[in-house]
């Protein structure tokens, strides 16, 4: 009796262990591919959130592929095709890194003047939902669209953290992010070391984009003469390319191999310069 007993209680916890990798494995939220996340996060970045994520490689495809189709017919060359149908196919995501650059640069340079004007309205008696809200008229002038509408949601649901929340994943900016942290903690625990706190973050601010500013002026003499390196060869043959039986030489096995070895070559020495010469940036945080 004993013996089966013990059976059913096995066969019980057998059971229950299927059970339990069962729910484990099938019952999960599905989760966002790392390559479409990337893609929504620089489409975020560089303020095109209404745009869907699979504009961007679609747009890519096409720039791509009538690129390519355009040089060879052009020039008969295979490898020159494939070249342009890889450069142009990159030149989207180039523009909205480009874009998103600019954004983060321009929203840098504004940040510390929208923290003084918060920190002034705290020190007024604004509250803080009042004090966030006041962004939209004297916040960096990109993000001030999303400052109207926490403005609006606030003033419709009276809750501050969940608003406060979707403006953060609205703005995708890691200045904000601290800053949001900040006014969240405060909110959570009281105290009335807000208005210091919030000064010191803008001095912080400050001292960061003047060493930024420093550091990316004594570079760009550098940048530019690499860039002009990278670019002089390619420049010759284009003008090379005028004359006719130029693109002749290139049409054979050996050409090819030599064009798509100074490419190769190209790429990389100017995909290294850019790494070792990159500026750290700032990242977000609580994401």
């Given at each position: ?85 890889a450069a142009a196919a990159w030149a989207p995501v180039v523009l909205a890194r480009s874009r998103a650059r600019r954004r983060e640069q321009d929203a840098a340079a504004q940040w510390p003047d929208a923290v003084d004007a918060m920190t002034a309205s ?166």
């Amino acid at each position: 009796m004993n013996g089966s007993m013990d059976g059913v209680r096995v066969g019980a916890l057998l059971g229950l262990g299927v059970f339990c990798v069962w729910w484990a494995c099938w019952t999960r939220p599905p989760r966002v591919r790392r390559p479409r996340r990337r893609v929504r996060a620089l489409l975020d970045a560089a303020g095109w959130p209404e745009v869907p994520t699979a504009a961007l490689p679609f747009v890519c495809l096409v720039a791509g592929t009538g690129a390519g189709v355009l040089v060879l017919a052009v020039s008969a060359v295979p490898v020159l095709g494939f070249g342009a149908c890889a450069a142009a196919a990159w030149a989207p995501v180039v523009l909205a890194r480009s874009r998103a650059r600019r954004r983060e640069q321009d929203a840098a340079a504004q940040w510390p003047d929208a923290v003084d004007a918060m920190t002034a309205s705290v020190r007024a008696g604004a509250t803080l939902p009042e004090a966030v809200a006041g962004l939209a008229v004297r916040g960096p002038s990109g993000f001030r669209p999303a400052f109207a509408r926490f403005a609006a949601a606030h003033r419709a649901s009276g809750s501050f953290d969940a608003e406060l929340e979707r403006l953060r994943d609205d703005l995708a900016d890691p200045v904000f992010d601290r800053l949001a942290a900040t006014v969240r903690m405060t909110r959570q625990v009281g105290g009335s070391d807000l208005g210091a706190t919030l000064r010191t973050f803008s001095g912080y601010l400050r001292e960061d984009a003047r060493t930024r500013g420093e550091l990316q002026a004594r570079q760009s003499w550098t940048v530019s003469a690499a860039r002009l390196a990278v670019a002089a060869p390619w420049i010759v043959l284009a003008l090379l390319a005028t004359r006719p039986g130029t693109l002749a030489a290139f049409a054979d096995t050996t050409g090819a191999l030599v064009l798509a070895g100074g490419a190769a070559l190209t790429a990389g020495s100017y995909r290294l310069m850019l790494r070792l010469g990159r500026l750290p940036t700032p990242r977000r945080v609580l994401t």
